[in-house]
């Protein structure tokens, strides 16, 4: 699938499921990134670039305590949402800007941070992406990535990401902590904070949210049956009485210059 292609696939997948992308975020959402906007430690001084932004939700809460905020996405419905939210909230130090990921229109060091949240499972070139945010970056500069992580095990690594793009064609591959950790270092930054989650999902829940396909909806349901006696994906299946429940471990990643 080339570039074209895929951004095709990707705003066909924003029309038919529109919420992923709403202006008003959960409680549960808002707290998490407040949470990464604390993490960060970031202040007055920092010009921050949130990367993969969507309604720009966690752009605007860098806005609200940094000087100068950028949300970055290639979904221009998405972006309008954000310049609407900033504009009723009188943030004029919020900015969106429509852009591809692996080249951003940014001077070298024009930032003094940048964050992405559950973002990179979605980036065919990850470590491209990420060296762009290093380039954007200033020689002081700072990190804070958040998003889904894998297991270390190839063929359960395998089988999560084949679920995942069951339920959602624009996945691409969630990675692993150590393929993480090889990109940070391959552009000269070191983990200072790592911190592990796990959250809990029915497969309806998961299914209904992507509007995934009546055939692929069937096959995650097999798959994940399948699952039950044993951690076969990395992505877990638990059953609670008729109800089977996935629980996925995501990672928060918070970044330093060497």
């Given at each position: 699938m080339n570039d074209l292609e895929r951004l095709a696939v990707v705003e066909r997948q924003f029309r038919r499921r529109p919420q992923a992308y709403r202006g008003n975020v959960s409680e549960g959402?808002?707290?998490?990134?407040?949470?990464?906007?604390?993490?960060?430690?970031?202040?007055?001084?920092d010009r921050v670039l949130?990367?993969?932004?969507?309604?720009?939700?966690?752009?605007?809460?860098?806005?609200?305590?940094c000087g100068r905020a950028v949300g970055i996405d290639v979904?221009?419905?998405?972006?309008?949402q954000g310049r609407s939210e900033a504009a009723q909230r009188g943030l004029a130090n919020a900015e969106f800007t429509l852009a591809e990921l692996e080249r951003m229109p940014f001077a070298d060091g024009a930032f003094t941070g940048a964050a992405?949240?559950?973002?990179?499972?979605?980036?065919?070139?990850?470590?491209?992406?990420?060296?762009?945010?290093?380039?954007?970056?200033g020689p002081r500069g700072w990190m804070v990535i958040a998003d889904m992580t894998a297991s270390e095990e190839e063929a359960?690594?395998?089988?999560?990401?084949?679920?995942e793009r069951l339920a959602d064609?624009?996945?691409?591959?969630?990675?692993?902590v150590s393929e993480f950790e090889r990109i940070f270092a391959a552009n000269g930054f070191r983990t200072v904070m790592k911190i592990a989650r796990d959250a809990r999902t029915t497969v309806e829940d998961w299914i209904g949210f992507n509007d995934t396909t009546p055939d692929n909806a069937a096959r995650i349901r097999e798959l994940m049956e399948a699952s039950?006696?044993?951690?076969?994906?990395?992505?877990?299946?638990?059953?609670?009485?008729?109800?089977?429940?996935?629980?996925r471990t995501s990672t928060v990643f918070v970044l330093e210059r060497e």
């Open positions: 959402e808002l707290k998490f990134i407040l949470f990464l906007v604390s993490t960060a430690g970031s202040g007055r001084d949130d990367i993969a932004c969507g309604n720009g939700a966690m752009t605007l809460a860098f806005a609200e305590r979904m221009a419905p998405a972006l309008a992405c949240r559950f973002s990179f499972h979605h980036f065919v070139n990850p470590a491209r992406v990420f060296a762009e945010m290093t380039r954007v970056v359960k690594a395998a089988l999560h990401n084949k679920l064609p624009t996945h691409s591959r969630t990675l692993a039950l006696d044993g951690d076969r994906a990395g992505l877990r299946a638990i059953r609670d009485g008729a109800t089977i429940r996935t629980i």
